[in-house]
């Protein structure tokens, strides 16, 4: 069973469209997360949410926003896509603070 | 001062040889220190991890040296095998939030046959 699982794996889509990206985790962790990678493979991280709260919001743009319908997932939408958005997309989870992460295997964002 | 400075960028080793990859930070609220692999087209997977109250953690090939007064952490794979070719990031947690994982920029680990 993969642990941490990411739909879709692939999204190629145009400047100024709406998307959407799921996650979900079937570890029991109370902590989940969002990064990106860049075209230099920077991993950066996005957002993260324990117990429906989100705790931590780096300076992203505003066009997106994630959502937890429940401890297990953590999707993120993202408005009037833009180049700059183009990017590998990294889900990952964690029982707790300072424990280890596990990652999904990414969503690949391709902007036309 | 959340930075994490990581190096080499790339390494290339021959088989059987010891890659060793360093990283630095700056700031000392920095209280967890993970190092992951990254194969292409996978997401990053925990490889090994230190706490600051230790100097040297091993895992079979694998081994964090840490040095608390410089700041420093390093990777060292022994007898490295072309399996290990792969992207390794080292990461340090912020403390003070939860979970934030400030990432090196990466070393890309070439082991030739």
């Known amino acids: 069973d993969t642990a941490v699982s990411q739909t879709p794996k692939y999204l190629v889509t145009q400047m100024g469209n709406d998307k959407s990206i799921k996650c979900e985790q079937n570890l029991g962790h109370d902590t989940m997360y969002w990064y990106k990678q860049d075209s230099k493979k920077f991993l950066k991280i996005m957002f993260s949410y324990n117990n429906k709260e989100l705790i931590i919001n780096e300076t992203v743009p505003n066009r997106f926003s994630p959502k937890s319908p429940d401890k297990a997932h953590l999707n993120l939408h993202i408005n009037s896509l833009e180049l700059g958005d183009s990017a590998v997309y990294f889900c990952a989870s964690s029982q707790s603070r300072n424990q280890p992460q596990h990652f999904g295997d990414g969503t690949r964002l391709s902007i036309l | ?113």
């Open chain 2, 1 to 113: 001062q959340q930075q994490v400075k990581q190096s080499p960028q790339s390494l290339i080793v021959q088989k059987g040889g010891i890659s060793i990859i360093n990283c630095a930070y700056e700031n000392t609220a920095f209280d967890y220190f993970p190092w992951y692999q990254q194969f292409p087209g996978k997401g990053p997977a925990l490889l090994i991890a230190i706490r600051p109250d230790v100097s040297e953690k091993k895992e079979g090939r694998f081994t964090i040296s840490f040095n608390k007064s410089a700041k420093q952490f390093s990777l060292h794979i022994m007898d490295s095998q072309p399996g290990d070719s792969a992207t390794y990031f080292c990461a340090a947690n912020y403390g003070g939030s939860q979970g934030n994982l400030i990432f090196g920029k990466g070393t890309k680990l070439s082991v030739k046959p």
